[in-house]
């Protein structure tokens, strides 16, 4: 029987874990732990997802900020904001949640966050710590280290022997995500826009993790019989069954079809996405537990 990996589960525990954490921190004669996040413009589903994790926060016993800033906003009053949230004492975590509108530049925004306080793990110092296996001292990307805790659970923490695939190499997520796959000792290819034959490709892979935004691309006869599929792609399809106008969410693999050949999968909705926001909270408080000096917990 294949096993469906229950992100949404695996959530809750990483975020019972995180509370109780925060609330030593509080116990120990500490602030709580402070998470500003950062909105720019008016795009629903990026106000869904900030909304979210602006809700789980609190769930966590966190301060939590919501910056809400107008479409219109110039790179100078972004780059103003970040700055005042880098100097502020209340503040452990900051989240600049992307994409930018059109006209902002968010490389300059991101690289201006201090690096411990860059709980999305985009800042070089945190992408440079991950790439020579320092996992110790920097803040990784929310998504893969959620990604790769489901991986864990399936196959432990040595990948020793495995191959893996990863398909996408966005900063973001697909750099990230091929890195700790090594660290953990996986034999790793990155396939992207401009491989050869991503279907042979995958055929080897023990691991397949498709972070492409292409619905439902990855198929049955792609995968080796007995892999594991992580399934990170968030698609808004139109759902006109569902009543006019409404849409559903699928991932960048085929589950139905593949689900049967796997022996491990994760859905869409409720694998990695609940993981990502689980993930942004375990890094606030491991933000915070450093600047307090204290060891910080692991997850
Ligand atoms: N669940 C979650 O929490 C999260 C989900 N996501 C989702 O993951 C997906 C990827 O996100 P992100 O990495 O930010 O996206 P990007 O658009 O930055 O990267 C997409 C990658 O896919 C590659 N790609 C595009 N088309 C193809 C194709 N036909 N064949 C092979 N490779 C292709 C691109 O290749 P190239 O580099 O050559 O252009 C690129 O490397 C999206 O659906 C996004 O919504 C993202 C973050 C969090
Ligand atoms: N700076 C930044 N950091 C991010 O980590 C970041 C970002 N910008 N921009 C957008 C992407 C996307 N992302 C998701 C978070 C949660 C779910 C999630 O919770 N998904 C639920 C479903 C939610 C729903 O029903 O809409 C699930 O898959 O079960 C999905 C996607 C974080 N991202």
């Known amino acids: 029987m294949t096993t469906v990996i229950d992100g949404k589960a695996a959530a809750a525990s990483v975020v019972e874990a995180v509370s109780s954490a925060a609330g030593q921190l509080e116990a ?23 909304g979210a994790k602006s809700r789980m926060a609190k769930q966590c016993g966190f301060n939590s900020i919501q910056h809400t800033l107008p479409e219109q906003t110039s790179q100078d ?29 968010s490389e300059p925004v991101i690289q201006s966050i201090l690096p411990e306080k860059d709980v999305d793990g985009l800042h070089v110092v945190n992408a440079g710590k991950l790439a020579t296996g320092d996992l110790e001292t920097g803040l990784v990307s929310c998504t893969p280290a959620g990604a790769m805790i489901l991986v864990r659970q399936i196959h432990g923490k040595d990948l020793s022997g ?7 190499r966005s ?40 972070a492409v935004g292409r619905p439902e691309m990855v198929k049955a006869d792609w995968l080796k019989p007995g892999a594991t599929v992580i399934d990170v792609g968030i698609n808004r399809i139109d759902a006109p069954e569902r009543g006019e106008g409404k849409f559903k969410l699928v ?11 796997a022996k491990a999968i994760s859905p869409v909705p409720g694998g990695v996405g609940p993981m990502t926001i689980a993930m942004l909270m375990a890094n606030t408080v491991i933000a915070a537990y450093r600047r307090a000096g204290q060891a910080a917990p692991r997850f």
Do not use: W
């Open 162 to 168: 495995l191959n893996a695939l990863v398909i996408g």
């Open 28 to 50: 120990n004669g500490h602030r709580r732990p402070g998470l500003a996040v950062v909105i720019v413009g008016d795009d629903p589903a990026s106000h869904a997802y900030v």
């Open 77 to 105: 009053d972004l780059m103003a904001l970040v700055a005042s949230l880098n100097a502020d004492p209340d503040i452990d975590g900051i989240l600049v949640q992307l994409p930018l509108p059109k006209h902002l530049h």
């Open 251 to 261: 991932g960048d693999v085929a589950f139905d079809e593949c689900k049967p050949v």
């Open 171 to 210: 900063n973001l997520f697909g750099k990230p995500m091929a890195q700790l796959l090594l660290n953990a000792n996986a034999t790793v290819t990155i396939g992207h826009s401009r491989s050869r034959d991503l279907p042979e490709l995958a055929r080897q892979a023990d691991i397949l993790v498709a």
